[in-house]
């Protein structure tokens, strides 16, 4: 008998593709629940927070920046960074809140 044909049919005729696909599939939903669910939440958490920030929060950019928020713009904070230095930077740019200390 030909290969071609033992190997799509099977000894159960015809579902042995599903049975090979099976396992594909299986990977698929644990890698999604693992790894591409949390980081969709955690995306929106940091969405989230981005769009409550108000005036005088104090924050912390992706470059490693901590100010407090002296202005509030569409896309972007101005920022106090020290006694008399004043920075713009992207709403994108902020990575969360600076933690209060203990």
């Known amino acids: 008998m030909n290969i071609y044909v033992l190997f799509f049919q099977g000894e159960t005729g015809g579902s042995s593709i599903i049975w090979s696909l099976l396992p594909f599939v299986f990977i698929f939903g644990i890698f999604y629940f693992l790894v591409i669910l949390p980081q969709k939440r955690q995306q929106q958490q940091l969405k989230d927070l981005v769009a409550e920030l108000k005036i005088n929060d ?6 490693g920046i901590i100010g407090k928020i002296k202005e509030v713009r569409e896309t972007s904070f101005i920022i106090q960074s020290a006694e008399k230095s004043f920075i713009e930077v992207g709403k994108s740019a902020v990575v969360g809140k600076k933690a209060e200390p203990k």
Do not use: C, F, K, L
């Open 58 to 63: 104090e924050v912390v950019t992706n470059g």
